[in-house]
Protein backbone atom coordinates (compact mmCIF):
# COMPACT_ATOMS: atom_id res chain seq x y z
CA UNK A 1 0.00 0.00 0.00
CA UNK A 2 1.02 3.41 -0.83
CA UNK A 3 1.45 6.57 2.21
CA UNK A 4 -1.89 8.15 0.96
CA UNK A 5 -3.74 4.85 1.15
CA UNK A 6 -2.69 4.20 5.01
CA UNK A 7 -3.48 8.11 5.04
CA UNK A 8 -6.85 7.18 3.76
CA UNK A 9 -8.09 4.60 5.80
CA UNK A 10 -6.37 6.02 8.98
CA UNK A 11 -8.88 9.11 8.45
CA UNK A 12 -12.11 7.30 8.15
CA UNK A 13 -13.46 7.71 11.14
CA UNK A 14 -12.53 11.59 11.38
CA UNK A 15 -14.14 12.25 8.10
CA UNK A 16 -17.23 10.55 9.32
CA UNK A 17 -17.23 12.43 12.51
CA UNK A 18 -16.50 15.60 10.65
CA UNK A 19 -19.89 15.05 8.99
CA UNK A 20 -23.88 15.88 10.60
CA UNK A 21 -25.85 12.86 10.88
CA UNK A 22 -28.50 14.23 8.46
CA UNK A 23 -25.81 14.29 5.84
CA UNK A 24 -24.04 11.00 6.54
CA UNK A 25 -27.42 9.26 6.53
CA UNK A 26 -28.20 10.79 2.99
CA UNK A 27 -24.74 9.46 1.85
CA UNK A 28 -24.97 6.50 2.98
CA UNK A 29 -28.48 5.71 1.89
CA UNK A 30 -27.54 6.40 -1.50
CA UNK A 31 -24.36 4.28 -1.58
CA UNK A 32 -26.02 1.51 -0.71
CA UNK A 33 -28.25 1.79 -4.32
CA UNK A 34 -25.14 3.22 -6.02
CA UNK A 35 -22.30 1.09 -4.78
CA UNK A 36 -21.64 -1.98 -6.17
CA UNK A 37 -24.20 -4.98 -7.01
CA UNK A 38 -27.54 -4.60 -5.09
CA UNK A 39 -27.91 -6.88 -2.21
CA UNK A 40 -30.95 -8.23 -1.09
CA UNK A 41 -31.69 -8.09 2.58
CA UNK A 42 -32.05 -11.48 4.72
CA UNK A 43 -31.97 -13.53 1.82
CA UNK A 44 -28.59 -15.35 2.79
CA UNK A 45 -28.88 -18.15 6.17
CA UNK A 46 -25.91 -17.29 8.44
CA UNK A 47 -22.94 -19.77 8.08
CA UNK A 48 -20.87 -20.80 11.33
CA UNK A 49 -17.37 -20.98 10.58
CA UNK A 50 -16.04 -24.50 11.06
CA UNK A 51 -14.03 -25.32 14.59
CA UNK A 52 -10.60 -26.46 13.71
CA UNK A 53 -9.29 -29.83 14.61
CA UNK A 54 -5.53 -30.30 16.10
CA UNK A 55 -3.47 -32.09 14.44
CA UNK A 56 -2.21 -34.11 16.89
CA UNK A 57 -1.77 -33.69 20.85
CA UNK A 58 1.19 -34.52 22.39
CA UNK A 59 1.94 -34.04 26.89
CA UNK A 60 -0.81 -32.06 27.17
CA UNK A 61 -0.50 -29.74 24.04
CA UNK A 62 -2.51 -29.71 21.09
CA UNK A 63 -0.69 -28.69 17.69
CA UNK A 64 -2.74 -27.06 15.05
CA UNK A 65 -1.24 -26.23 11.22
CA UNK A 66 -2.94 -23.31 9.13
CA UNK A 67 -2.11 -21.82 6.11
CA UNK A 68 -2.34 -18.10 5.42
CA UNK A 69 -3.48 -17.97 1.45
CA UNK A 70 -5.14 -16.29 -1.26
CA UNK A 71 -8.77 -18.00 -2.19
CA UNK A 72 -11.79 -17.24 -3.59
CA UNK A 73 -15.00 -17.16 -1.87
CA UNK A 74 -18.78 -16.61 -2.72
CA UNK A 75 -20.07 -13.48 -0.14
CA UNK A 76 -22.36 -12.15 -2.46
CA UNK A 77 -25.14 -14.42 -3.85
CA UNK A 78 -23.70 -15.83 -7.82
CA UNK A 79 -20.23 -14.04 -7.55
CA UNK A 80 -16.87 -14.72 -6.41
CA UNK A 81 -14.84 -12.87 -4.29
CA UNK A 82 -11.12 -12.72 -4.14
CA UNK A 83 -9.89 -13.14 -0.40
CA UNK A 84 -6.81 -13.88 1.74
CA UNK A 85 -8.52 -16.13 4.70
CA UNK A 86 -6.73 -17.93 7.58
CA UNK A 87 -7.33 -21.90 5.50
CA UNK A 88 -8.32 -19.99 2.83
CA UNK A 89 -11.69 -19.36 4.16
CA UNK A 90 -12.82 -15.90 5.53
CA UNK A 91 -13.32 -15.95 8.57
CA UNK A 92 -10.82 -18.64 9.40
CA UNK A 93 -11.51 -21.63 11.36
CA UNK A 94 -12.39 -21.08 14.50
CA UNK A 95 -10.27 -22.69 17.17
CA UNK A 96 -11.59 -23.67 21.06
CA UNK A 97 -9.72 -24.98 23.84
CA UNK A 98 -9.50 -25.01 27.46
CA UNK A 99 -7.98 -22.82 29.99
CA UNK A 100 -4.36 -24.04 31.39
CA UNK A 101 -4.24 -26.48 27.98
CA UNK A 102 -1.78 -24.80 25.73
CA UNK A 103 -1.41 -25.08 22.22
CA UNK A 104 1.06 -24.34 19.41
CA UNK A 105 -0.28 -23.27 15.84
CA UNK A 106 2.21 -23.43 13.51
CA UNK A 107 0.98 -20.28 10.15
CA UNK A 108 2.40 -20.87 6.70
CA UNK A 109 2.37 -17.52 4.49
CA UNK A 110 1.49 -18.41 1.02
CA UNK A 111 -0.26 -15.18 0.10
CA UNK A 112 2.26 -12.29 -1.80
CA UNK A 113 3.46 -10.29 1.22
CA UNK A 114 3.95 -10.25 4.96
CA UNK A 115 2.14 -11.33 7.36
CA UNK A 116 2.13 -11.60 11.41
CA UNK A 117 -0.77 -13.57 13.45
CA UNK A 118 -1.76 -11.58 16.73
CA UNK A 119 -3.93 -13.53 19.21
CA UNK A 120 -6.15 -10.46 20.28
CA UNK A 121 -7.07 -10.02 24.04
CA UNK A 122 -4.61 -13.08 24.87
CA UNK A 123 -1.77 -13.30 27.71
CA UNK A 124 1.53 -14.50 25.59
CA UNK A 125 4.83 -14.71 24.77
CA UNK A 126 6.17 -11.67 23.43
CA UNK A 127 7.37 -13.76 20.76
CA UNK A 128 3.87 -14.96 20.01
CA UNK A 129 2.23 -11.69 19.65
CA UNK A 130 2.63 -10.34 16.18
CA UNK A 131 5.02 -7.85 16.70
CA UNK A 132 6.81 -5.47 14.22
CA UNK A 133 10.25 -7.56 13.35
CA UNK A 134 8.11 -10.88 13.81
CA UNK A 135 6.69 -11.54 10.25
CA UNK A 136 5.82 -14.31 8.05
CA UNK A 137 7.77 -13.93 5.22
CA UNK A 138 5.90 -15.22 1.88
CA UNK A 139 6.62 -19.05 1.44
CA UNK A 140 7.57 -19.53 5.24
CA UNK A 141 5.95 -19.92 8.24
CA UNK A 142 6.28 -19.40 11.95
CA UNK A 143 5.27 -21.29 15.36
CA UNK A 144 2.92 -19.19 17.75
CA UNK A 145 3.04 -20.47 21.25
CA UNK A 146 -0.61 -19.72 23.61
CA UNK A 147 -0.75 -21.00 27.32
CA UNK A 148 -4.33 -20.22 27.36
CA UNK A 149 -3.95 -19.23 31.25
CA UNK A 150 -7.14 -17.12 31.52
CA UNK A 151 -10.48 -17.40 32.05
CA UNK A 152 -13.13 -18.42 29.60
CA UNK A 153 -13.29 -15.96 27.15
CA UNK A 154 -14.19 -14.92 23.12
CA UNK A 155 -10.93 -13.89 21.45
CA UNK A 156 -9.86 -13.80 17.58
CA UNK A 157 -7.16 -13.60 15.94
CA UNK A 158 -6.43 -11.03 12.99
CA UNK A 159 -3.55 -10.14 10.98
CA UNK A 160 -0.96 -7.73 12.32
CA UNK A 161 1.24 -6.21 9.62
CA UNK A 162 2.33 -2.45 10.46
CA UNK A 163 1.05 -0.30 7.30
CA UNK A 164 -0.63 -3.50 5.78
CA UNK A 165 -3.11 -4.19 8.94
CA UNK A 166 -6.19 -2.20 8.46
CA UNK A 167 -5.96 -4.12 4.58
CA UNK A 168 -4.97 -7.40 5.45
CA UNK A 169 -7.69 -7.80 7.36
CA UNK A 170 -10.18 -6.35 5.06
CA UNK A 171 -9.12 -8.53 2.89
CA UNK A 172 -10.67 -11.58 5.20
CA UNK A 173 -7.45 -12.47 7.42
CA UNK A 174 -9.64 -12.96 10.86
CA UNK A 175 -11.03 -15.52 13.31
CA UNK A 176 -12.11 -16.65 16.42
CA UNK A 177 -10.66 -18.51 19.01
CA UNK A 178 -13.15 -19.45 21.73
CA UNK A 179 -11.22 -20.24 25.50
CA UNK A 180 -13.48 -22.24 28.04
CA UNK A 181 -13.28 -23.39 31.42
CA UNK A 182 -14.98 -25.24 34.20
CA UNK A 183 -16.77 -22.26 35.97
CA UNK A 184 -18.76 -21.37 33.06
CA UNK A 185 -19.74 -24.85 32.49
CA UNK A 186 -21.17 -24.80 35.79
CA UNK A 187 -23.06 -22.22 34.76
CA UNK A 188 -25.56 -23.78 31.94
CA UNK A 189 -25.25 -20.88 29.92
CA UNK A 190 -27.11 -21.99 25.88
CA UNK A 191 -24.53 -24.50 24.28
CA UNK A 192 -23.96 -26.41 21.18
CA UNK A 193 -26.53 -25.18 18.45
CA UNK A 194 -28.17 -22.77 20.47
CA UNK A 195 -24.54 -21.00 21.02
CA UNK A 196 -23.94 -19.08 18.32
CA UNK A 197 -20.64 -16.82 17.41
CA UNK A 198 -21.27 -13.63 14.92
CA UNK A 199 -18.01 -12.03 13.62
CA UNK A 200 -19.86 -8.85 12.15
CA UNK A 201 -17.87 -7.27 9.79
CA UNK A 202 -18.93 -4.26 6.51
CA UNK A 203 -17.28 -4.26 3.17
CA UNK A 204 -18.00 -2.20 0.34
CA UNK A 205 -17.96 -4.10 -3.23
CA UNK A 206 -17.08 -3.64 -6.91
CA UNK A 207 -19.96 -4.37 -9.53
CA UNK A 208 -17.89 -7.53 -9.73
CA UNK A 209 -18.69 -8.69 -6.18
CA UNK A 210 -14.53 -7.60 -5.02
CA UNK A 211 -14.00 -5.70 -2.05
CA UNK A 212 -13.65 -2.18 -2.47
CA UNK A 213 -12.26 0.17 0.35
CA UNK A 214 -14.65 3.34 1.23
CA UNK A 215 -13.50 6.53 -0.29
CA UNK A 216 -13.93 9.35 2.48
CA UNK A 217 -13.60 11.50 -0.71
CA UNK A 218 -16.90 10.28 -1.85
CA UNK A 219 -18.77 10.57 0.92
CA UNK A 220 -18.15 6.85 2.05
CA UNK A 221 -16.96 6.39 5.57
CA UNK A 222 -17.91 2.35 5.95
CA UNK A 223 -18.96 -0.36 4.12
CA UNK A 224 -22.49 -0.54 3.72
CA UNK A 225 -22.78 -4.07 3.56
CA UNK A 226 -22.91 -6.07 6.85
CA UNK A 227 -21.29 -9.10 6.48
CA UNK A 228 -21.58 -11.41 9.25
CA UNK A 229 -19.65 -14.60 9.56
CA UNK A 230 -18.93 -13.84 6.02
CA UNK A 231 -22.59 -13.91 4.33
CA UNK A 232 -24.00 -10.59 3.63
CA UNK A 233 -27.09 -9.57 6.23
CA UNK A 234 -28.19 -13.40 6.67
CA UNK A 235 -31.03 -14.54 8.22
CA UNK A 236 -30.55 -17.37 11.15
CA UNK A 237 -34.02 -19.54 12.25
CA UNK A 238 -33.96 -20.01 16.03
CA UNK A 239 -36.45 -21.79 18.27
CA UNK A 240 -38.79 -20.25 20.84
CA UNK A 241 -35.88 -20.17 23.79
CA UNK A 242 -32.72 -18.32 24.75
CA UNK A 243 -29.81 -18.22 22.91
CA UNK A 244 -25.87 -17.43 23.67
CA UNK A 245 -24.52 -14.85 20.98
CA UNK A 246 -20.23 -13.89 21.40
CA UNK A 247 -20.53 -10.80 19.21
CA UNK A 248 -16.91 -9.35 17.49
CA UNK A 249 -16.92 -6.29 15.81
CA UNK A 250 -14.27 -7.44 13.51
CA UNK A 251 -14.22 -4.32 11.55
CA UNK A 252 -10.94 -3.10 9.70
CA UNK A 253 -12.41 0.69 9.56
CA UNK A 254 -14.28 2.58 11.73
CA UNK A 255 -17.63 1.32 12.15
CA UNK A 256 -18.86 1.61 15.73
CA UNK A 257 -21.94 -0.03 15.90
CA UNK A 258 -24.74 0.43 18.58
CA UNK A 259 -26.71 -2.44 18.88
CA UNK A 260 -30.24 -2.74 18.67
CA UNK A 261 -33.41 -5.13 18.18
CA UNK A 262 -35.78 -4.09 15.77
CA UNK A 263 -38.64 -5.20 18.09
CA UNK A 264 -37.17 -2.96 20.79
CA UNK A 265 -37.19 -5.72 23.33
CA UNK A 266 -34.26 -6.06 25.68
CA UNK A 267 -31.38 -8.41 26.08
CA UNK A 268 -28.67 -9.58 28.44
CA UNK A 269 -24.74 -8.63 28.40
CA UNK A 270 -22.80 -11.83 29.90
CA UNK A 271 -19.56 -10.84 29.08
CA UNK A 272 -17.41 -8.68 27.65
CA UNK A 273 -13.24 -8.54 26.35
CA UNK A 274 -12.13 -10.24 28.79
CA UNK A 275 -14.59 -12.94 29.71
CA UNK A 276 -17.91 -13.27 31.68
CA UNK A 277 -19.28 -10.54 33.87
CA UNK A 278 -19.98 -11.28 37.80
CA UNK A 279 -24.09 -11.42 36.58
CA UNK A 280 -26.03 -10.55 34.02
CA UNK A 281 -26.83 -6.73 32.34
CA UNK A 282 -30.03 -5.86 30.91
CA UNK A 283 -29.51 -3.77 27.77
CA UNK A 284 -31.82 -2.26 25.48
CA UNK A 285 -28.76 -0.84 23.07
CA UNK A 286 -25.00 -1.59 22.90
CA UNK A 287 -21.92 -0.04 21.68
CA UNK A 288 -19.58 -2.00 19.71
CA UNK A 289 -16.45 -0.66 18.47
CA UNK A 290 -14.13 -2.51 16.17
CA UNK A 291 -12.40 -5.41 18.14
CA UNK A 292 -14.40 -5.24 20.89
CA UNK A 293 -16.62 -8.55 21.63
CA UNK A 294 -19.64 -9.19 23.69
CA UNK A 295 -21.75 -12.05 24.45
CA UNK A 296 -25.32 -11.77 25.01
CA UNK A 297 -28.22 -14.02 26.01
CA UNK A 298 -31.14 -13.63 23.51
CA UNK A 299 -35.00 -14.57 24.69
CA UNK A 300 -36.44 -15.72 21.45
CA UNK A 301 -39.35 -17.25 23.78
CA UNK A 302 -41.47 -13.98 23.97
CA UNK A 303 -42.14 -14.09 20.33
CA UNK A 304 -44.79 -16.39 18.52
CA UNK A 305 -43.50 -18.95 15.99
CA UNK A 306 -43.37 -17.11 12.75
CA UNK A 307 -41.73 -13.73 13.57
CA UNK A 308 -39.08 -11.59 12.55
CA UNK A 309 -36.56 -9.83 14.79
CA UNK A 310 -34.07 -8.03 13.18
CA UNK A 311 -30.77 -7.18 14.61
CA UNK A 312 -30.15 -3.21 14.09
CA UNK A 313 -27.33 -0.56 14.31
CA UNK A 314 -27.03 3.20 14.20
CA UNK A 315 -22.94 3.76 12.39
CA UNK A 316 -22.54 7.80 12.94
CA UNK A 317 -26.21 8.27 13.11
CA UNK A 318 -26.42 5.97 9.81
CA UNK A 319 -28.97 3.07 10.24
CA UNK A 320 -28.06 -0.32 9.18
CA UNK A 321 -30.15 -4.03 9.59
CA UNK A 322 -27.20 -6.49 10.30
CA UNK A 323 -29.37 -9.61 10.23
CA UNK A 324 -32.88 -11.39 10.51
CA UNK A 325 -33.43 -14.15 13.27
CA UNK A 326 -36.46 -16.23 12.22
CA UNK A 327 -38.34 -17.29 15.19
CA UNK A 328 -39.61 -21.32 15.03
CA UNK A 329 -41.08 -23.36 17.48
CA UNK A 330 -38.73 -24.63 19.93
CA UNK A 331 -37.74 -28.49 20.58
CA UNK A 332 -36.24 -28.35 24.26
CA UNK A 333 -36.37 -26.55 27.17
CA UNK A 334 -35.76 -22.90 27.56
CA UNK A 335 -33.39 -22.59 30.81
CA UNK A 336 -33.42 -19.60 33.04
CA UNK A 337 -30.32 -17.35 32.90
CA UNK A 338 -28.34 -17.49 35.81
CA UNK A 339 -28.77 -14.37 38.36
CA UNK A 340 -25.07 -14.93 39.01
CA UNK A 341 -21.72 -15.44 36.37
CA UNK A 342 -18.52 -15.48 37.81
CA UNK A 343 -16.86 -13.36 40.36
CA UNK A 344 -14.38 -10.50 38.81
CA UNK A 345 -11.52 -9.39 41.23
CA UNK A 346 -11.64 -5.58 41.52
CA UNK A 347 -8.47 -4.47 41.22
CA UNK A 348 -7.84 -1.29 43.90
CA UNK A 349 -5.96 1.64 42.90
CA UNK A 350 -4.38 2.12 46.00
CA UNK A 351 -2.13 -0.93 44.81
CA UNK A 352 -1.23 1.11 41.67
CA UNK A 353 2.24 2.67 42.53
CA UNK A 354 2.76 4.35 38.38
CA UNK A 355 0.30 6.62 36.85
CA UNK A 356 0.92 7.56 33.00
CA UNK A 357 -0.92 9.49 30.54
CA UNK A 358 -1.77 9.17 26.94
CA UNK A 359 -3.06 11.73 24.70
CA UNK A 360 -4.34 10.27 21.08
CA UNK A 361 -4.96 12.54 18.18
CA UNK A 362 -4.06 13.66 14.51
CA UNK A 363 -1.17 15.32 14.00
CA UNK A 364 -2.54 17.61 10.94
CA UNK A 365 0.67 19.13 10.24
CA UNK A 366 2.32 15.75 9.13
CA UNK A 367 -0.91 13.61 8.56
CA UNK A 368 0.15 11.41 10.91
CA UNK A 369 -1.96 9.63 14.16
CA UNK A 370 0.11 9.87 17.02
CA UNK A 371 0.15 9.31 21.11
CA UNK A 372 1.73 11.61 23.06
CA UNK A 373 3.10 13.49 19.67
CA UNK A 374 5.12 10.57 18.67
CA UNK A 375 4.03 8.67 15.92
CA UNK A 376 5.20 4.96 15.58
CA UNK A 377 8.98 3.39 15.51
CA UNK A 378 9.32 0.04 16.25
CA UNK A 379 12.88 0.64 17.34
CA UNK A 380 11.71 3.17 20.26
CA UNK A 381 10.69 1.94 23.50
CA UNK A 382 8.00 4.18 25.14
CA UNK A 383 7.18 3.14 28.56
CA UNK A 384 8.81 0.19 30.91
CA UNK A 385 5.76 -1.50 33.14
CA UNK A 386 6.89 -3.97 35.95
CA UNK A 387 6.08 -7.56 35.81
CA UNK A 388 3.67 -7.91 38.55
CA UNK A 389 2.80 -4.35 38.97
CA UNK A 390 -0.58 -2.68 39.24
CA UNK A 391 -0.94 0.65 36.81
CA UNK A 392 -3.48 3.78 36.17
CA UNK A 393 -3.51 4.94 32.79
CA UNK A 394 -5.62 8.09 31.66
CA UNK A 395 -6.71 8.16 27.80
CA UNK A 396 -6.98 11.39 26.89
CA UNK A 397 -8.56 11.97 23.12
CA UNK A 398 -7.26 15.42 22.01
CA UNK A 399 -8.98 15.71 19.07
CA UNK A 400 -10.81 19.24 17.88
CA UNK A 401 -13.83 20.10 17.29
CA UNK A 402 -12.99 20.85 13.54
CA UNK A 403 -12.28 16.94 13.37
CA UNK A 404 -13.53 15.18 16.10
CA UNK A 405 -12.14 11.91 15.60
CA UNK A 406 -12.94 8.99 18.01
CA UNK A 407 -9.82 6.43 19.18
CA UNK A 408 -10.42 2.85 20.29
CA UNK A 409 -7.22 2.18 22.29
CA UNK A 410 -6.30 -1.41 22.60
CA UNK A 411 -3.30 -2.93 24.79
CA UNK A 412 -1.42 -6.26 24.05
CA UNK A 413 -0.83 -8.78 26.92
CA UNK A 414 -2.80 -7.04 29.82
CA UNK A 415 -6.57 -6.87 30.75
CA UNK A 416 -7.85 -3.74 31.99
CA UNK A 417 -10.88 -2.46 34.05
CA UNK A 418 -12.39 0.48 33.10
CA UNK A 419 -12.28 3.07 36.36
CA UNK A 420 -13.95 6.08 35.18
CA UNK A 421 -14.89 8.10 32.00
CA UNK A 422 -14.81 11.97 32.51
CA UNK A 423 -14.67 10.88 36.17
CA UNK A 424 -18.58 9.17 35.40
CA UNK A 425 -18.20 5.25 36.20
CA UNK A 426 -18.79 3.02 33.08
CA UNK A 427 -21.83 1.31 32.78
CA UNK A 428 -22.33 -2.15 34.30
CA UNK A 429 -22.18 -3.83 30.89
CA UNK A 430 -18.88 -2.62 30.52
CA UNK A 431 -17.85 -2.98 33.95
CA UNK A 432 -15.58 -6.18 33.57
CA UNK A 433 -12.35 -7.36 31.70
CA UNK A 434 -11.94 -5.40 28.70
CA UNK A 435 -8.84 -4.71 26.36
CA UNK A 436 -10.03 -2.30 23.98
CA UNK A 437 -12.13 0.79 25.16
CA UNK A 438 -13.84 3.86 23.12
CA UNK A 439 -12.52 6.87 23.85
CA UNK A 440 -14.43 9.89 22.12
CA UNK A 441 -13.31 13.72 21.54
CA UNK A 442 -12.42 15.08 24.48
CA UNK A 443 -12.84 12.20 26.76
CA UNK A 444 -10.62 10.66 29.31
CA UNK A 445 -10.78 7.63 30.57
CA UNK A 446 -8.93 5.80 33.54
CA UNK A 447 -8.05 2.20 33.13
CA UNK A 448 -6.18 0.07 35.44
CA UNK A 449 -4.15 -3.37 35.04
CA UNK A 450 -2.13 -5.66 36.56
CA UNK A 451 1.39 -6.85 34.33
CA UNK A 452 1.64 -10.35 34.01
CA UNK A 453 2.65 -13.68 33.14
CA UNK A 454 5.68 -12.71 30.60
CA UNK A 455 8.20 -10.23 30.18
CA UNK A 456 9.24 -8.43 26.91
CA UNK A 457 7.91 -6.16 23.98
CA UNK A 458 4.35 -5.22 23.44
CA UNK A 459 1.96 -2.91 21.56
CA UNK A 460 -0.56 -0.82 22.54
CA UNK A 461 -2.18 1.50 19.81
CA UNK A 462 -5.70 2.83 18.27
CA UNK A 463 -7.88 -0.34 17.22
CA UNK A 464 -9.31 1.51 14.36
CA UNK A 465 -6.62 -0.20 12.22
CA UNK A 466 -6.17 2.51 9.70
CA UNK A 467 -5.04 4.88 12.49
CA UNK A 468 -2.20 2.31 13.95
CA UNK A 469 -1.56 1.82 10.40
CA UNK A 470 -1.31 5.74 10.28
CA UNK A 471 0.97 6.20 13.16
CA UNK A 472 -0.95 5.76 16.60
CA UNK A 473 0.92 3.06 17.94
CA UNK A 474 3.45 2.49 20.21
CA UNK A 475 5.74 -0.20 22.18
CA UNK A 476 6.03 -1.05 26.15
CA UNK A 477 9.08 -3.05 27.20
CA UNK A 478 7.63 -5.17 30.25
CA UNK A 479 10.35 -5.92 32.60
CA UNK A 480 11.19 -8.53 35.17
Given at each position: ?????????????????????????????????????????????????????????????????????????????????????????????????????????????????????????????????????????????????????????????????????????????????????????????????????????????????????????????????????????????????????????????????????????????????GGLLP????????????????????????????????????????????????????????????????????????????????????DKARG??????????????????????????????????????????????????????????????????????????????RIIMR??????????????????????????????
Amino acid sequence: MKRRDVLKLGLLAGAAAAVPAERLTGAFAQRAVAAGPPVQLFDTPLVVPPVLKPKYSIAGTDYYDVTIKPAVQEILPGLRTPIWGYDGIFPGPTIKTRRNRPIVVRQRNKLPGESAVHLHGANVPSSSDGLPGDEIAPGKDRFYLYPNRQQATTLWYHDHVHHHEAFNTYQGLTGLYLITDPAEDKLGLPSGKYDVPLVIQDRSFNADGTFRIPDPGAGEFFGEVAVVNGKPHPFLQVEQRRYRFRLLNGSSLDTLHELTLGSGDGFHVIGTDGGLLPAPVPVTKLPLAPSERAEVVIDFSRYPVGSHVVLNSSIFGAPMQIMRFDVRKATGPNHRLPSKLVPIQRLKESQAKVRRDFQLNLDKARGEMVINGKTFDPDRIDIKPKLGATEVWTIFNAETPDLPIPHVFHTHLVRFQILDRNGVPPAPFESGWKDSVTVMPGEKVRIIMRFGDFPGRFLYHCHLLGHADAGMMATMLVTP
